[in-house]
C-alpha cells in the first residue's frame, strides 16, 4: 500500500517510487495542513515543517490570533471568506447570500486501486497500480461535504486528485468556485511553466520566475484552447531537461481552465487549478452533488525529461483506451489540403486510387462531403451525405476505397450549427444564445446548446446514422470556434452558470456513447487544429490533430510544446505540401516525414500535384514509419537541443524500453557558414553495452554515445534533417 494514516501523528502519508507528499491533521477543529511534497523519504515525523509552533498558534491554544492562523497556515484544500485573505480553493454561495465556507476534516478512507469519476475523463488504473485516500472535509454551517481524493501509483511519480463536494443540507446551495487541486508550498525560487499559444502556433512554453501576488494562466474559451494549456509546472532554478527538480499540474478536462500561483508575505506559495470560475455557477440542490475533474501531479528530481516520460507512461497506460491505444496507426492521407471543399466521388477515387499504389492505407474524407456544404458557409448540422457531390452515395464511395486495399475516414463537426442550415432553419433555439443579442459568429458557424438532452440526441443519432451506413473506419472529431454568448434557452436563471460545464459533460457523453457503440473506429480530435488538445480529450481519442500548421519547421516548436506532456503516439501529425499552405516556405520532403514521424504520420496533399522526386519518397516514408512507428509509439522521449531555445537546430531521441535500440532525430534549421560539426549527446542508453549506428561499420558504447556525443556534420542547406537508428549489438 503506497498510502498509509499514521494515527499518532495524524498524519497522511502518499509514496510513489520517487517521491512522497504529506499532509496532517492540526487542532481540535482538523484543519488539514499541507507539510510536505517532494523527494520520497522515510517514515519521519515532519510536523515540525506545519510551523505551528511559531506564532500565531493554532487557534485551540490561541483563538484570538484566528485569522493570523489562518492566513498563514498551509492549508490542503483553503476554505473562503473566514479570515485565510489568500484565494480560496472552494466558493459557496448559500440562499440566503453569505458566502463563507471552511471545510474541515471528518473522516478518510484508503483502498487500493481508483475509483472513476461519473461523467468525466480520468487516469485509470487497477489495485495492483495504485491506492487511493478519499479525505472527507465538512462544513458544519453549511452542511457541504468535500471529498478530496488523491490516488498514488505505485510504479510512476504520479499522484492525481479530484473533489467530490455534496450538499447534505436543506436548502439549495450555489457552487461558486470549486478547484481540483490546492497545495501550499514554501516558495523555493521556483520558475513557473506554462504554455501558450495561438491558431497555428500552439504550445509554446514559457518560464518566468513565481512572483508575490498572483499570476495564472487559463482559458475561458469553453475549451482548453490554442491560446493557453491546462499545464502548469514549478521548477527549480536552472532545472533542466537532465537535471533539478519540478512539479507538474495537468487538468484532465477540455473546457474552461485556470491554473494559480500565488505568492505571499510570508514565502510561500499557493498553487490551484481547476474548473475557471469564470462564469461558473452550479445549483445544488439538497442530497445534489457536484465532481469537479481530475488533476494529474507529476514529480521529478531528474528535471523536465523525466517528467515528460512520467507523463507519457501515465498517459499510455493509464488514459488512453480503445483499440488502437498501443497499435500501430494506418497511414492516412486527409483530403483537407489536398482539395479543400473541391472534391467528388471521382476525385476522391483517383486520390486514393494513387495513394494505395504509394503504400497509403486510409483516405480520410475531410470537410465538404454534407448538406450543400462548397465552402466553410452553411450546413454544419446537416450530416447528410451531398450526393451531388458523392454520386452513388457514401457507401459506394467507401466499398470502391476499400477495394483499393484502402481504409476509409470521415470528418465531422458535430458541435455546430450553421445558420445556414436547415437544422438551423428547423431549430433556431438550439445554439447557445443571449436573448436580445446578435450572436458574434466565428467562420461563420454558431455552436449548439449541448445543455439540452434532446439536442445532444438528435446530434449523435445523425452522426451515428453515418457511420453506420458505411464500412467507416476513422472519423476526425473537429471543433472550430470557441465559445461566447453563453446562454441556454432551456436553462433557468440560476443555472446559466452551468452552461460551460454542462457543455463539456455533453461533449465528453457524445464521444462515450460514439467509442462504445463504434469501438472499431479510430477516433482523433481536433479543434482548428490544435485548439484543444488535452488529456480529457485523449481518454477518448488515442490520437489528436496537433495543428493546423504543418510548415515542418513551426511543427518543431508545437511538437516540441506537445510532447513535454503528451506520448509521440497521441500526436497528429502529417506531410503536407509546399510552398505550405500558411507560411508559404518550402521544406525538403525528406524533413516533413521526418518531423511527421515524431507523431501519428499521414499525408494531407494531393499526391498527383506534387513533384515526381517528392512522390517517389512517399514509399521510402511508408518503409520508414513502418520500421520505426513502433519505437516511436512506445519508446522514451528525450528531448536532446531545442530550436526554441538555440535558434539553430533540433533534436529528439526515443529509446525502447529495454534500450536495444534508439533514433535520433536531428533538423539543422538554418545552415551556417564556416562552422564545425555539432556534439549532440545521447541519453538513455546502456553505458556498458555496444550499440551500432545503422549503415556504419564501427560501435560505441553506450556510455561514449552519452557523455563523449556524436558529431552531427554541417548539411549544405536549410531545413536539413537526418535520422540516425542505432542498435545495441
Ligand atoms: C480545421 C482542421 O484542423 C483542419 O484540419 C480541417 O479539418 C478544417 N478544420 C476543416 O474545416
Given at each position: 500500500m503506497s498510502i498509509c494514516y499514521r494515527t499518532e501523528e495524524r498524519v497522511f502519508q502518499l509514496d510513489t517510487p520517487g517521491s512522497s507528499y504529506l499532509m496532517g491533521l492540526v487542532d481540535e477543529e482538523g484543519f488539514v495542513g499541507h507539510i510536505y511534497y517532494g523527494r520520497k523519504l522515510g517514515g519521519d515525523d515532519l510536523r515540525y515543517l506545519l510551523r505551528t509552533e511559531e506564532r500565531p498558534f493554532v487557534p485551540g491554544k490561541n483563538n484570538r490570533e484566528r485569522n493570523a492562523f489562518l492566513d498563514s497556515f498551509p492549508m490542503e484544500y483553503p476554505g473562503s471568506g473566514s479570515g485565510d485573505y489568500r484565494e480560496g480553493a472552494i466558493e459557496v454561495r448559500t440562499r440566503g447570500g453569505h458566502q463563507v465556507v471552511m471545510p474541515l476534516y471528518r473522516s478518510h478512507k484508503i483502498y487500493p486501486g481508483k475509483p472513476e469519476l461519473p461523467g468525466l475523463p480520468a487516469t485509470f488504473g487497477g489495485e495492483e497500480d495504485?491506492?487511493?485516500?478519499?479525505?472527507?472535509?465538512?462544513?458544519?454551517?453549511?452542511?457541504?461535504?468535500?471529498?478530496?481524493?488523491?490516488?498514488?501509483?505505485?510504479?510512476?511519480?504520479?499522484?492525481?486528485?479530484?473533489?467530490?463536494?455534496?450538499?447534505?443540507?436543506?436548502?439549495?446551495?450555489?457552487?461558486?468556485?470549486?478547484?481540483?487541486?490546492?497545495?501550499?508550498?514554501?516558495?523555493?525560487?521556483?520558475?513557473?511553466?506554462?504554455?501558450?499559444?495561438?491558431?497555428?502556433?500552439?504550445?509554446?512554453?514559457?518560464?518566468?520566475?513565481?512572483?508575490?501576488?498572483?499570476?495564472?494562466?487559463?482559458?475561458?474559451?469553453?475549451?482548453?484552447?490554442?491560446?493557453?494549456?491546462?499545464?502548469?509546472?514549478?521548477?527549480?532554478?536552472?532545472?533542466?531537461?537532465?537535471?533539478?527538480?519540478?512539479?507538474?499540474?495537468?487538468?484532465?478536462?477540455?473546457?474552461?481552465?485556470?491554473?494559480?500561483?500565488?505568492?505571499?508575505?510570508?514565502?510561500?506559495?499557493?498553487?490551484?487549478?481547476?474548473?475557471?470560475?469564470?462564469?461558473?455557477?452550479?445549483?445544488?440542490?439538497?442530497?445534489?452533488?457536484?465532481?469537479?475533474?481530475?488533476?494529474?501531479?507529476?514529480?521529478?528530481?531528474?528535471?523536465?525529461?523525466?517528467?515528460?516520460?512520467?507523463?507519457?507512461?501515465?498517459?499510455?497506460?493509464?488514459?488512453?483506451?480503445?483499440?488502437?491505444?498501443?497499435?500501430?496507426?494506418?497511414?492516412?492521407?486527409?483530403?483537407?489540403?489536398?482539395?479543400?471543399?473541391?472534391?467528388?466521388?471521382?476525385?476522391?477515387?483517383?486520390?486514393?486510387?494513387?495513394?494505395?499504389?504509394?503504400?497509403?492505407?486510409?483516405?480520410?474524407?475531410?470537410?465538404?462531403?454534407?448538406?450543400?456544404?462548397?465552402?466553410?458557409?452553411?450546413?454544419?448540422?446537416?450530416?447528410?451525405?451531398?450526393?451531388?457531390?458523392?454520386?452513388?452515395?457514401?457507401?459506394?464511395?467507401?466499398?470502391?476505397?476499400?477495394?483499393?486495399?484502402?481504409?476509409?475516414?470521415i470528418w465531422f463537426e458535430p458541435e455546430m450549427i450553421s445558420p445556414d442550415s436547415d437544422l438551423f432553419r428547423e431549430h433556431p433555439d438550439w445554439a447557445l444564445q443571449v436573448p436580445g443579442r446578435g450572436p458574434s459568429l466565428t467562420r461563420n458557424q454558431l455552436v449548439l446548446d449541448l445543455s439540452r438532452s434532446e439536442v445532444v440526441d438528435c446530434i449523435y443519432e445523425k452522426v451515428a446514422k453515418v457511420l453506420r451506413s458505411a464500412n467507416i473506419e476513422y472519423v476526425k472529431w473537429d471543433m472550430n470556434r470557441q465559445l461566447n454568448d453563453m446562454g441556454s434557452i432551456a436553462l433557468p436563471p440560476d443555472r446559466q452558470g452551468e452552461l460551460y460545464h454542462r457543455y463539456v459533460l455533453a461533449v465528453y457523453e457524445l464521444q462515450r456513447r460514439m467509442t462504445e457503440e463504434f469501438p472499431h473506429i479510430l477516433l482523433e480530435n481536433c479543434s482548428g487544429g490544435g485548439g484543444r488538445y488535452d488529456p480529457g480529450m485523449l481518454y477518448y481519442s488515442p490520437q489528436i490533430w496537433c495543428s493546423d500548421d504543418t510548415d515542418a519547421v513551426e511543427r518543431l516548436s508545437i511538437q516540441e510544446g506537445t510532447?513535454?506532456?503528451?506520448?509521440?503516439?497521441?500526436?497528429?501529425?502529417?506531410?503536407?505540401?509546399?510552398?505550405?499552405?500558411?507560411?508559404?516556405?518550402?521544406?525538403?520532403?525528406?524533413?516533413?516525414?521526418?518531423?511527421?514521424?515524431?507523431?501519428?504520420?499521414?499525408?494531407?496533399?494531393?499526391?498527383?500535384?506534387?513533384?515526381e522526386a517528392d512522390r517517389a519518397m512517399i514509399p521510402e516514408q511508408v518503409a520508414m514509419y513502418h520500421k520505426y512507428n513502433d519505437l516511436v509509439r512506445q519508446g522514451d522521449y528525450y528531448r536532446l537541443a531545442s530550436y526554441q531555445e538555440n535558434h539553430g537546430y533540433d533534436c529528439w531521441q526515443v529509446v525502447s524500453k529495454d534500450r536495444t535500440e534508439c533514433l535520433v532525430t536531428y533538423i539543422q534549421v538554418l545552415s551556417r557558414p564556416n562552422v564545425r560539426s555539432r556534439r549532440i549527446f545521447l541519453e538513455g542508453l546502456a553505458p556498458d553495452r555496444q550499440y551500432q549506428i545503422e549503415g556504419e561499420e564501427r560501435t560505441y558504447r553506450g556510455d561514449t554515445l552519452m557523455y563523449g556525443g556524436l558529431l552531427m556534420k554541417p548539411m549544405q542547406g536549410d531545413f536539413q534533417g537526418t535520422l540516425i537508428y542505432l542498435k545495441m549489438v
Open positions: 495504485c491506492d487511493t485516500l478519499e479525505l472527507v472535509l465538512w462544513d458544519q454551517v453549511l452542511k457541504l461535504e468535500a471529498v478530496l481524493y488523491y490516488t498514488a501509483f505505485r510504479k510512476l511519480d504520479v499522484i492525481t486528485r479530484s473533489v467530490r463536494v455534496r450538499n447534505q443540507g436543506g436548502e439549495e446551495l450555489y457552487l461558486t468556485k470549486v478547484m481540483s487541486v490546492a497545495m501550499d508550498m514554501d516558495n523555493r525560487e521556483y520558475d513557473m511553466l506554462t504554455l501558450h499559444g495561438g491558431w497555428a502556433r500552439e504550445r509554446k512554453l514559457q518560464r518566468c520566475p513565481v512572483a508575490l501576488g498572483k499570476q495564472s494562466t487559463g482559458s475561458i474559451r469553453g475549451e482548453s484552447s490554442h491560446q493557453e494549456h491546462p499545464f502548469l509546472a514549478l521548477a527549480e532554478k536552472g532545472c533542466s531537461q537532465k537535471q533539478g527538480e519540478v512539479y507538474a499540474l495537468n487538468f484532465v478536462y477540455s473546457g474552461n481552465f485556470l491554473a494559480q500561483t500565488e505568492g505571499n508575505q510570508f514565502d510561500s506559495v499557493r498553487v490551484m487549478m481547476g474548473i475557471h470560475p469564470h462564469q461558473f455557477c452550479w445549483r445544488l440542490e439538497p442530497g445534489e452533488q457536484f465532481q469537479a475533474p481530475e488533476a494529474v501531479l507529476v514529480y521529478s528530481c531528474q528535471g523536465l525529461g523525466k517528467m515528460t516520460r512520467t507523463f507519457h507512461d501515465l498517459y499510455r497506460s493509464h488514459l488512453l483506451r480503445g483499440e488502437y491505444k498501443e497499435k500501430k496507426r494506418p497511414i492516412l492521407l486527409n483530403s483537407w489540403e489536398a482539395a479543400y471543399f473541391d472534391f467528388n466521388t471521382d476525385t476522391l477515387l483517383k486520390l486514393a486510387g494513387q495513394a494505395a499504389e504509394l503504400g497509403i492505407e486510409m483516405l480520410v474524407m475531410d470537410d465538404g462531403w454534407f448538406g450543400r456544404r462548397n465552402d466553410d458557409n452553411s450546413s454544419l448540422g446537416d450530416w447528410e451525405v451531398n450526393e451531388e457531390k458523392l454520386s452513388g452515395g457514401l457507401k459506394y464511395l467507401v466499398d470502391q476505397v476499400n477495394q483499393l486495399g484502402m481504409k476509409f475516414g510532447a513535454m506532456i503528451y506520448p509521440l503516439s497521441a500526436m497528429g501529425a502529417h506531410v503536407s505540401d509546399c510552398p505550405n499552405h500558411i507560411l508559404g516556405r518550402t521544406t525538403p520532403f525528406a524533413t516533413r516525414g521526418y518531423v511527421a514521424l515524431a507523431g501519428t504520420f499521414g499525408y494531407e496533399l494531393d499526391v498527383a500535384r506534387i513533384s
